[in-house]
């Protein structure tokens, strides 16, 4: 049996008004103020008592954001059970909520949090109630990495926009604003009061393994205008925002789940490049702030990763920024934070660092005795817990946790994935699509002249609970517009087998789209769009990924920049082609010549049009 508000189809009942009056009644009572319940938010000394009532191991709960398994808080799947049980030590959320008193959970898909709308609201209502009924129970600050695009954990049927990258291609802020006014009306319908976005990384570097398309671009001043337009949407919408990777991100060539980067950047180059967003992001008056597990000896010369950095968290984000509001540690599972000490020592040299929230330690129990072992033994004091405790409290405050920690089914009706969010993401992608290449006008692709369409290419696993294979939703999609289309998946690394086959497909085509997906000058990908080019039908190459593909394609006759390969991005790809909007994107991003990475072959502020 599901307990009450905690099942999986949206059709449990909701906790009583009885049940939400009992459960705060504690924390009511302590921030109680005069007047009418609808007074204005507590202020620091309510906030400040509920502190000094808080045992040492609550607080060190409260700095903590963990992971957990399961669609329920508290019935969740066996094997959801098992794995916490090995990872976790406990078999649920509430139980998680009730050992450690954890202050926030991160959701994953593959954490089985978001199968559905429906389902993520029961669940976080059901982790509220199990926090809530704790003596001294504080609501929980719930939290997801929904950047849109490439990385979201909230899958369809919510609203899915264009990613980052795309976003920049449109250089909209108004565009952007809404994305972040839609997105996070949804996600605070679903009960997810945090979200892990925007990414205010500028991304210089085309062989960035990590960040990429993340990324709104590669001019800061661009990326900074787009950053607080995204925070504005979200944090107007009750959510809040959150900038990252500080101190930025974007020209790296390593990934810092699997391993340490260093940024050469000099400490001119960094204020000039990496500052502006994260300057504009405060500017907006954004809630929180996420740190990178990566070195700037410009900035800190130690050798200790920007997360235990306290020159580059207390020195350059709290001081020389100004930014007083809750900075969070990227995931200290990545291997970026784990080098140079070990999983006990990370979570304490973080908090000394100056940071508020650890972020999903890969082991709970040994970072919290840590932590707690730090404060009894005067590694830490708990003056300094406290201070990071009251900035996560008035954080909770304003996002109205205190006084409204519930939501509502009715409120996911009317809230995730209608038709007009979803027209809205729509209408977005549209003005994000790049035109790179249109040789002999090539595009729009004609349906009288070209009826018959074969789409090709690369089919990365889909993203972010869209539908995919990419292939099928383009082919799907200039179905819709009028062509009889016919997909064919030839992978990311196709064999000359394969190749061959596609050729042999195209000789009955009129025209062939092909997905392309980080093309290098050696890859098969590489082979199968000059073959089909050879073959001589019509080419259209639509890179779904990195827009640098474009590079390595000298012989396509026409090619787009999409972003993305999630439904929207494809979807407003195929209208672009049949001509039913015209492309008018502009690249956020320079692309290097192949032969030369020195010369620019477009440069940003590039497109096409018809």
Not at 23 to 51: K, N, Q, Y
Not at 71 to 89: C, F, R
Request: aromatic share 4%; net charge neutral.
């Amino acid at each position: 049996m599901h307990d009450t508000g905690t099942g999986s189809t949206g059709n449990t009942a909701q906790p009583s008004r009885r049940t939400l009056l009992a459960s705060t009644a504690g924390v009511t009572a302590a921030l109680a103020a005069a007047g009418p319940a609808r007074a204005a938010a507590p202020d620091d000394s309510r906030l400040r008592a509920l502190v000094s009532r808080m045992t040492l191991p609550e607080k060190v709960g409260q700095l903590f954001v963990m992971r957990v398994y399961g669609h329920s808080a508290t019935a969740p799947d066996q094997a959801d059970v098992d794995a916490n049980l090995k990872e976790i030590g406990v078999r649920t959320a509430a139980e998680l909520v009730a050992k450690y008193r954890v202050g926030g959970i991160i959701y994953f898909a593959w954490a089985h949090n978001t199968r559905e709308p429906h389902q993520i609201a029961d669940l976080s209502n059901g982790i509220q109630k199990a926090s809530l009924e704790l003596p001294r129970g504080l609501p929980v600050l719930i939290s997801t990495d929904q950047e849109h695009g490439i990385v979201a954990r909230v899958g369809e049927p919510a609203t899915l926009f264009p990613g980052a990258m795309a976003v920049g291609a449109g250089g909209s802020r108004s565009d952007a604003r809404a994305l972040g006014r839609i997105a996070g009306a949804e996600l605070r319908a679903m009960g997810i009061r945090q979200d892990y976005s925007p990414v205010a990384d500028v991304n210089v570097n085309p062989a960035n393994p990590v960040i990429g398309v993340r990324s709104f671009g590669a001019d800061p001043r661009a990326v900074s205008a787009l950053v607080a337009a995204e925070v504005a949407g979200y944090q107007g919408s009750g959510v809040a925002a959150t900038a990252k990777h500080f101190p930025g991100h974007g020209d790296t060539n390593v990934d810092s789940h699997t391993g340490f980067p260093t940024i050469t950047h000099s400490r001119e180059l960094w204020e000039r490049l990496d500052a502006p967003p994260f300057r504009a992001a405060i500017a907006a008056g954004i809630d929180s702030i996420m740190t990178a597990h990566l070195m700037v000896p410009a900035l800190d010369d130690s050798g200790d990763p920007a997360t235990l950095s306290r020159p580059v968290i207390t020195g350059i984000l709290r001081e020389r920024l100004g930014f007083d509001g809750v900075v969070v540690t990227d995931s200290l599972g990545m291997e970026g934070v784990r080098t140079k000490y070990g999983d006990d020592r990370v979570p304490v040299l973080a908090l000394k660092a100056g940071v508020d929230q650890l972020l999903n330690p890969p082991d709970l129990d040994l970072a919290w005795n840590a932590v707690l072992t730090a404060v009894r033994e005067g590694e830490l004091t708990e003056a300094r817990l406290d201070e990071s405790i009251l900035r996560v409290l008035r954080l909770k405050s304003k996002l109205g946790l205190f006084r409204s920690p519930y939501v509502s089914q009715a409120g996911v009706d009317r809230t995730v994935g209608t038709r007009a969010h979803r027209a809205a993401a729509g209408r977005i992608a549209e003005r994000t699509t790049t035109l790179l290449v249109n040789e002999g006008r090539v595009l729009p692709l004609s349906r009288r002249r070209y009826p018959r369409v074969l789409v090709v290419g690369a089919d990365p696993a889909s993203p972010s609970g869209t539908t995919g294979p990419p292939t099928g939703v383009l082919a799907g999609a200039l179905g819709d517009v009028g062509f009889t289309a016919t997909a064919l998946s030839t992978g990311t690394a196709p064999s000359a087998a394969t190749i061959a086959k596609a050729v042999a497909a195209a000789r009955d085509a009129d025209a062939v789209v092909v997905a392309t997906y980080n093309v290098t000058a050696g890859s098969g990908q590489k082979a199968l769009v000059e073959q089909l080019v050879a073959a001589g039908r019509p080419v259209v190459a639509v890179a779904v990924r990195n827009p640098y593909d474009v590079a390595q394609l000298p012989s396509v006759p026409a090619c787009l920049a999409a972003y993305s390969w999630t439904d929207v991005e494809l979807r407003a790809a195929a209208r672009v082609i049949a001509g039913r909007v015209k492309p008018r994107g502009r690249l956020p991003v320079a692309v290097q010549r192949a032969d030369d990475p020195e010369q620019v072959l477009y440069p940003i502020g590039y497109g096409l049009s018809y």
